[in-house]
């Protein structure tokens, strides 16, 4: 088996129970999601989607599961590779934080 130097990163959304099990608006329907927890499984998607574009064509993505996301990558050159992928989690985290606030803006 060969081995390699990578990266492993996982994105996860904190609060992501309680923000969607929050919008539940019909608890007696356990069988579906209501419309309330669909809008904010959507949310959560949409904010989601906003870090994985943002990490794209450095890190790998490598598999989805509700608020999570797990990225990796094998780069030729790892020695500085670890500054590249730092700074775009920064830029990930602001843009999710922007959407976040837009998305505060829009219910007001």
């Known amino acids: 088996m060969e081995s390699h130097k990578g990266f492993i990163t996982l994105v996860d959304i904190s609060g992501y129970t ?11 329907k356990k069988d579906k999601l209501s419309q309330g ?12 989607e906003k870090v994985i574009e943002e990490l794209d064509g450095v890190l790998t993505i490598n598999k989805l599961q509700g608020d999570a996301a797990l990225f990796y990558a094998i780069p030729d050159d790892p020695t500085n590779f670890s500054e590249k992928i730092i700074s775009k989690l920064q ?14 803006f829009c219910a007001t």
Do not use: C, R
């Open 37 to 48: 927890q669909a809008h904010a499984e959507h949310i959560i998607s949409d904010l989601l």
């Open 18 to 28: 309680n923000f969607v099990s929050g919008h539940n608006t019909d608890a007696a």
């Open 91 to 104: 830029n990930s985290f602001k843009k999710f934080n922007q959407h976040v606030n837009d998305i505060k």
